[in-house]
């Protein structure tokens, strides 16, 4: 039982650390709120603006100068960020058009840092 333990113990600090790090799609379309309205479903956006209001347990009402929108932020893409309504954001994910709702399902979340 033991030896067991130990190999258990072993491969489980074998395994390598995965962090919140990964693949950025610089080729996402940067657009506003309301024209990732009008975009196609399964279209990859990146909008910049705040996050004003929490709808549910990971939708949002996210708004910027030319509209808002619900987006869908899953708890393992915030990669321990804490933001309130002040923080200007910039989400890239994909549109989901469903029946008469469009909802960006996010992929990435990042603070845009402000230039001095």
């Known amino acids: 039982m033991q030896k067991f333990l130990s190999l258990v113990l072993l491969a489980a600090v074998s395994?390598?650390?995965?962090?919140?790090?990964g693949f950025v799609d610089n080729n996402a379309a940067k657009t506003t709120v309301i024209n990732a309205l009008k975009m196609n479903n399964n279209s990859y956006v990146t909008v910049e603006g705040h996050i004003v209001k929490r709808i549910s347990d990971d939708k949002y009402t996210f708004k910027d100068s030319t509209g808002s929108m619900t987006v869908e932020i899953d708890n393992d893409k915030w990669n321990d960020l804490t933001v309130n309504t002040q923080d200007k954001l910039e989400l890239s994910g994909e549109i989901e058009k469903k029946f008469n709702?469009?909802?960006?399902d996010v992929e990435r979340v990042e603070k845009v840092k402000l230039s001095k």
């Open 15 to 21: 395994v390598p650390f995965v962090s919140g790090a």
């Open 101 to 104: 709702s469009v909802i960006l």
